[in-house]
């Protein structure tokens, strides 16, 4: 069985163990590679705070700590689920998981399936409780597995939490891929009721409509995060993989994570409960800011933290994560917000690509 980001159901074509090895160090090296290199705009850019000179508040009185599943974290943006499986993504979530011990900074892994196939991958996830034993952790699972997969999952990391990934466009794409979603939302919901630990539904690059928002509510999901496209492009990973299976034609599907805010906070009716959580292109703690202003209760962050990983170690994460607090906190008292809720109340301008979007999507 197989799923794309993580390892799940039945595959286009039949991809073995060492294959799905070889395709999460593929997905390691070149999402890195799109983070290296210059400076990328997103839709994140087409929203401006207007200033306000004399609204500030002062830095001490700031405090952004967020609950994320009745925890307290002390910043409100997390480490995002990326990866895991082999020896060296094993060590790449042990760095993930010291930087996230020692800023108190909740963190993702990649989807755990493949060592629910595969009792040899469960150390390079065993790894992020060994070196984190009091923080929040998330494991990962492909939307398609059972209700039994996920609870297995929660346990091998005595997780906090399970992120749910639906990545239906990588399922198209790719050959390993298995486009048979019509099931998904059922099983989404059995694990929902199966599981006592949250469950957080998540994209992975492409977006969560207010539709999709609107069905995941309907069965009882009460945490999604957007992840929208501008940031990680499964799909220019998956061309690149397979230069031969060119969908380079499809570039630009789905919608941004500011697109996709701003749709749920619009057409929240059927919603009301869900909370939201933003990722997808998070380039800087400004981007935090604007996500966290449209409504976004925290943000995740993958493609910038897997960079500083990959380069410095645990220790250059450790010291981006620290300025990341930092300048969150400054931004916040900037605008004059003591509180994440706070930064709700925040002035934002829409501009360009974005305003078109609110436009069409009829929202003011
Ligand atoms: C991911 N992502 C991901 N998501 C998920 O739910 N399960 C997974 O196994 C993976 N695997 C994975 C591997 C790598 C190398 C990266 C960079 C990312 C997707 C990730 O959580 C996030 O949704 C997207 O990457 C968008 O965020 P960024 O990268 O633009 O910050």
């Known amino acids: ?15 073995d163990a060492a294959g799905r090895r ?19 705009t997103t839709e994140f850019d087409d929203l401006e705070f207007l ?5 500030g508040v002062t830095l001490e009185e700031v405090d952004l700590s967020v609950r994320l599943f009745d925890r307290e974290v002390a910043a409100p943006f997390y480490i995002n689920g990326m990866t895991g499986g082999t020896e060296s993504t094993g060590r790449i979530n042990q760095q993930l998981a010291i ?6 900074t909740a963190m993702g892994c990649g989807s755990v399936s493949i060592a629910l196939e595969d009792e040899s991958a469960a150390d390079a996830f065993r790894v992020i409780r060994r070196e984190n034993p009091d923080g929040l952790v998330m494991a990962n ?17 005595q997780a906090d939490a399970l992120q749910i990934h639906v990545n239906a466009v990588q399922e198209t794409v790719m050959p390993e891929g298995s ?5 998904w939302l059922s099983g989404i919901e059995q ?10 539904v998540k994209e992975v690059g492409f977006g969560l409509s207010a539709r999709t928002l609107a069905q995941l509510a309907s069965i009882g999901v009460s945490w999604a995060d957007v992840s929208g496209r501008g940031g990680t492009d499964f799909l220019a990973i998956e ?34 409960h869900l909370r939201l959580l933003a990722s997808g292109g998070v380039r800087d703690p400004l981007d935090v800011v604007k996500a966290l202003a449209l409504g976004a209760q925290a943000v995740g962050v993958a493609g910038s933290f897997l960079k500083a990983v990959v380069e410095g170690g645990a220790d250059g994460l450790i010291e981006l994560i620290g300025s990341w607090q930092q300048h969150t906190r400054e931004l916040a008292a900037l605008l004059g917000a003591r509180t994440v809720a706070d930064l709700r109340s925040s002035d934002l301008l829409v501009r360009g690509r974005l305003r078109e979007f609110c436009e069409l999507r009829g929202i003011d």
Do not use: C
């Open 1 to 15: 069985m197989n799923d794309s980001v993580g390892d799940d159901r039945v595959p286009h074509v039949d991809e």
């Open 22 to 40: 070889e395709r999460k160090e593929d997905h390691v090296r070149l999402a890195t590679a799109q983070w290296t290199g210059g400076a990328r």
């Open 51 to 55: 200033h306000h000179a004399l609204g």
């Open 99 to 104: 930087a996230a011990r020692e800023t108190r």
């Open 141 to 157: 699972i492909g939307v398609g597995r059972s209700a039994e997969d996920a609870r297995r999952a929660v346990d091998l990391l």
């Open 179 to 183: 486009p048979d979603f019509s099931t």
């Open 191 to 200: 694990i929902v009721r199966a599981l006592d630990v949250p469950v957080l």
């Open 239 to 272: 061309n690149d993989r397979r230069p031969a299976r060119d969908y380079s034609y499809l570039t630009g599907f789905g919608q941004s994570a500011p697109a996709a805010l701003l749709d749920a906070a619009a057409h929240r009716e059927h919603a009301e």
